[in-house]
Each structure stands twice: as structure tokens, then as C-alpha cells.
């Protein structure tokens, strides 16, 4: 299929996703029909995407930007968005997406550091890239969708810049190689990191695409993701319209009876989501999901953390679907290892890697460690989408390869029958009394309890086990906290996990620290629990 995907040795992304769908028949094709938070709809033909990306990439060429620049869009999801980022591929201009919900420290370290020289924003958010702009000396222009020119200010109104570029343009030959798309990713310590990209990707994008979330051209893709994470860029954007898929996009945020209306009415086929929400999902009142006319959905598929088998047993029961989990990293691009239909499902389990990609277990010695032992989870480096580096950062780059192998900073174990099982991050793992626990085990237990909402645990320093097992839970609204409750949980995470995994203490909270790409903040608690610095917490889903 990369001959098919590839044509002339043309790997811009921006002219797969557009034009050379357009020259496959699907110029008048809907690519993206997008709703309005206010469930307004607008149709746009993959010659509708075409053109408003060239007028993109032409404007940006008007600006002065050029191949290897840095561009980035501050935007909520909303058409523009798309416009840009495929507009700034096509004249191979690096373009990194931003959270909408970012202030300006998280602002400042990112555009900083890549060396910005134009960012997309709304007057909204125009105040917080205002104050840190003297900060900025690389940047040279704002270009504001909803706002007038401003010359004085160096502000660019989005709808004259469009107005006077044209709809004409072709991407210049683009190689494998060329530097495509820049995400930061956090850390516990330090600053965020760039994670780059190259035009290469697209081969791991479309691929899994097609053979993991197993979609065609007929189908409705749904990608819930924001464009401020990878999967949003890799599955909202690239993965389906290299395919020629039409695409939902939501304005909105988590409503449960908007999106399952947007299912039933949009006639979605596939659709795929975070954990965090389908969790969401089960707090909701049934009545939500009673009736509902599904036929049309093929599969589900979930990314972000790995899916707590409660979530599954749920869609089974609710939505008489089966959940497919997904594991990828920002500095992967594309799925690695998956659950998919075809493949049996163990709940709790992150599925086979897909074809292709080699995973293994490694000890921290080098040496591979036997099935059904915890250890470092690795890839086998060369795979099209790999990021190409940390931005300005290559030394922690190239410590991410050790022993012949990428080392993603996650454990894992594999099982007899070739299943992956995430066990957490490698500095979230839990040992206490030299028993390693897998804290996205004991939250998975927890979930199961019906009094409970959310569940986050974390190990912490003990003079007696090393480390001791906390928990924090969020309560459905109808329970209160009792010793009763406290007893049951106890004894529940006992006997589901282990007696060692038992939480030493059990704090009740409103909510559970998550970013927004729907993994929970096991630092952020950590911190909270110890009373230090949480680090970078900008991903926040405040």
C-alpha cells in the first residue's frame, strides 16, 4: 500500500490529505463535516480542504516562512485549525499544536524554545501570547482568526491574509526525512520537550489507519482527541485523510447525550476515544443510552491510558460493543502495539504489537526478561513514524536508545501468548516490601467497587515497606465516605489484587488529576501527597 500512499517519491503529508485525494475522485467527497458547540454543520469537500490549505501555505509564504520554520496554532478545534496545519505541511513548514487551554508559561516555554516565528490564534487567547511576547524575539507575527489587521502590533487578521492568497498551490517535492509535525510532551522534572516529526510518518499513520482501526473510504471516522496531542494530529487529521475518510469533528466538549446524538444522527462507523471519557461515560444515568440506534457503528477504539477492564465489561453490557485499546506515545506517531477486531480480547491487556513493529521486555541490564516478568517496555527502532529528536535536545534523545532498542519509559510484561500488559510508568511502579505493584492494577480494582467515580494511586516513601500504596478515589454523588466503605474497599483490592497492593491509606477527593490527553496525573498527586513541586503541570485538564 506505500507504493499507493507514495506516488513520484512525494511524501508531503498536506498533499496526501488534499490534493492527491482529490486526484483519486474525491475532490467533491465530504472530508470533514464539522459541528459547531452550538451543533451548527458544515460540510467541507476534500477540494474544499485543498483549497483553503493552499491559501494557507500561500500566506505563509507571503509571511516570509519557509521550509524548516516553526508555526504553531493556539486554537480551540474549529475548521481553521485544520486549514493551518495542513496548509504549513504543504510548504514544509514545522507545525506544532498547542493545548487551547495553556497559559503563558506553558506558552512561553514552548514557543520559546522551538523558536516560533508566527502562531494562529483567537482574540481570546491574544492577551496571553501579548504579555509574553517581548519574550519571544523570534516571533514575527500573530495571525488571529476572529480579529482586523494591526499592524502596530504585528496582528494579522486571519480572513484578509486568506482573502488576498489563492487557492493555487503545489507542495514542493518533500522528502521522507523533512521535519513535519512538533509536539511537547511533560515530564516529571524539567521542561517540556519537542518532540519532532517527519513526513515518513504517514506510512505508520495510514497504515494502522487502515489495518488497526480498520477503516475505508466509506466509513464515518469520529477522533474525539484535540489537535493539542498527538493523537489528534495522527488520527484526526492525518491516519484517515490519507485514506480518503470522511471525519467528524466536534466543536464541543464531553456532553454524553450530544456525543451519543452525534453517533446515532452522523451515522459514525468508527469511532475512537480516551479512556477518561468512557469512564465518564459509565457515571452517566442509563437512560442516556437506552435506544440508541447503533447500527451503524462498527467499532470502538480507546487511547491515552490503558482502558480499565470495568470499561469494557461496561460497553458490552451498555452499548453491545467491545473496546479496543490502543497504545502509542507522542514520540511513537502511530500505534505500536493494539487490540484490534480479529485479535482476542483480555481485558486490561494492550493487545499485540502491530504488524511490523518488534516490542520486547527489557531488564534494565539490557537482557530480555522471560514471559510473565515486569520490565522495560521497548520497540525496535526504525519504524516510519519515530520522532527524529527531542528539539534542542539531542543528548536525552539519543538516551532514549539503549541496547538496540527504544526505551519508552513504560513497563510491561508479556504473556505466554504473546499479550502485552501495561504495569505503568517506569517511575510510577510501586515497590513495597520488595513486591512491585502495578498502580494502574490497583486502579483498575478499585473502579470495579460500585461507590466509586475515579481512582488514582501512587506509591510513596515508607520506612518500614520502602514504599507504601496510596489511593485517592472520587465517589459517585449518591455515596458518602464510612468506615463501612473503607472497610469494603480494603478487603475488595485485597482479593481482586493482592493483600501488597492493598492501599496503606485512602484519600477521598473531587476530582482526580488528569492532562487532557486522559491519562491520570500520578505526579501531580505524588506532589500533592508529599508536598513538593508537581513540575510542568500545563497538560492539566483543570
Known amino acids: 500500500m506505500a507504493k499507493d500512499l507514495i506516488q513520484d517519491n512525494q511524501y508531503n503529508i498536506g498533499h496526501i490529505c488534499t490534493r492527491q485525494q482529490c486526484e483519486a475522485g474525491n475532490a467533491d467527497k465530504v472530508a470533514m463535516r464539522w459541528v459547531s458547540s452550538h451543533l451548527e454543520r458544515i460540510d467541507y469537500t476534500f477540494s474544499d480542504l485543498d483549497a483553503e490549505s493552499n491559501r494557507f501555505a500561500n500566506a505563509l509564504k507571503t509571511l516570509g516562512l519557509g521550509s524548516g520554520d516553526v508555526f504553531f496554532t493556539f486554537l480551540p478545534k474549529m475548521p481553521e485549525q485544520f486549514f493551518a496545519f495542513l496548509g504549513a505541511l504543504k510548504h514544509q513548514v514545522i507545525c506544532g499544536t498547542l493545548f487551547s487551554n495553556f497559559g503563558e508559561d506553558a506558552l512561553l516555554d514552548r514557543l520559546g524554545d522551538a523558536g516560533a516565528k508566527c502562531v494562529i490564534t483567537k482574540k481570546s487567547f491574544l492577551k496571553k501570547i501579548s504579555r509574553i511576547r517581548t519574550q519571544l524575539p523570534a516571533l514575527r507575527h500573530i495571525i488571529v482568526v476572529d480579529g482586523e489587521d494591526d499592524p502596530a502590533n504585528g496582528i494579522i487578521g486571519y480572513q484578509s491574509l486568506m482573502a488576498a492568497a489563492s487557492p493555487e498551490f503545489t507542495a514542493e517535492l518533500t522528502s521522507a526525512d ?318 481482586k489484587a493482592s493483600s501488597i497492593a492493598t492501599p496503606q491509606e485512602i484519600f477521598v477527593v473531587d476530582s482526580i488529576p488528569k492532562n487532557k490527553s486522559g491519562k491520570i496525573m500520578r505526579r501531580v498527586l505524588k506532589a500533592r501527597y508529599m508536598g513538593t513541586d508537581a513540575g510542568d503541570i500545563s497538560t492539566l485538564d483543570i
Not at 205 to 226: H, V, Y
Not at 247 to 273: C, K, M, N, P
Not at 350 to 379: F, H, R, S, W, Y
Not at 433 to 449: D, Q
Request: glycine letters at 10%; aromatic letters at 12%; one cysteine or more.
Open 178 to 495: 523533512t521535519p513535519s509535525v512538533l509536539h511537547y510532551t511533560s515530564g516529571s522534572t524539567g521542561k517540556p520537550k519537542g518532540v519532532l516529526h517527519r513526513h515518513n510518518s504517514v506510512l505508520s499513520q495510514n497504515k494502522t489507519a487502515r489495518e488497526i482501526l480498520q477503516l475505508d473510504p466509506d466509513d464515518i471516522f469520529w477522533c474525539t482527541a484535540d489537535q493539542g496531542w498527538v493523537t489528534g494530529t495522527s488520527y484526526g487529521i492525518i491516519g484517515p485523510w490519507s485514506i480518503g475518510v470522511t471525519q467528524l469533528h466536534f466543536g464541543g466538549g464531553y456532553d454524553a447525550a450530544i456525543w451519543f446524538d452525534l453517533l446515532e444522527q452522523e451515522r459514525v462507523t468508527i469511532w475512537y476515544s480516551a479512556p477518561t471519557a468512557l469512564r465518564m461515560l459509565m457515571r452517566e444515568e442509563p437512560e442516556i443510552f437506552t435506544g440508541r440506534k447503533l447500527e451503524s457503528l462498527r467499532h470502538i477504539f480507546s487511547v491515552g491510558e490503558p482502558l480499565n477492564p470495568e470499561v469494557i465489561l461496561w460497553s458490552r453490557r451498555t452499548l453491545n460493543h467491545d473496546i479496543y485499546d490502543t497504545w502509542f506515545q507522542t514520540e511513537t506517531g502511530a500505534i505500536m502495539i493494539s487490540n484490534r477486531p480479529g485479535l482476542a480480547i483480555l481485558p486490561g491487556s494492550m493487545g499485540k504489537p502491530v504488524d511490523g513493529i518488534e516490542a520486547a521486555i527489557i531488564a534494565d541490564d539490557g537482557t530480555p526478561v522471560a514471559d510473565g516478568e515486569q520490565g522495560n517496555l521497548c520497540v525496535k527502532p526504525g519504524w516510519p513514524s519515530m520522532f527524529t529528536t527531542y528539539l534542542n535536545n539531542d543528548e536525552v534523545y539519543q538516551q532514549k536508545f539503549r541496547n538496540g532498542y527504544y526505551y519508552t519509559g513504560d513497563t510491561a510484561y508479556r504473556d505466554s501468548d504473546g499479550y502485552f500488559w501495561f504495569m505503568g510508568r517506569s517511575d510510577d511502579v510501586i515497590n513495597t516490601a520488595g513486591h512491585l505493584v502495578s498502580p494502574f492494577e490497583v486502579e483498575s480494582a478499585l473502579l470495579e467497587i460500585p461507590e466509586i467515580a475515579e481512582s488514582g494511586v501512587i506509591g510513596v516513601p515508607d520506612e518500614l515497606l520502602f514504599e507504601k500504596v496510596v489511593a485517592f478515589v472520587h465517589l459517585h454523588a449518591q455515596y458518602t465516605w464510612s468506615q463501612e466503605l473503607e472497610l469494603k474497599v480494603r478487603l475488595y483490592v485485597s482479593n
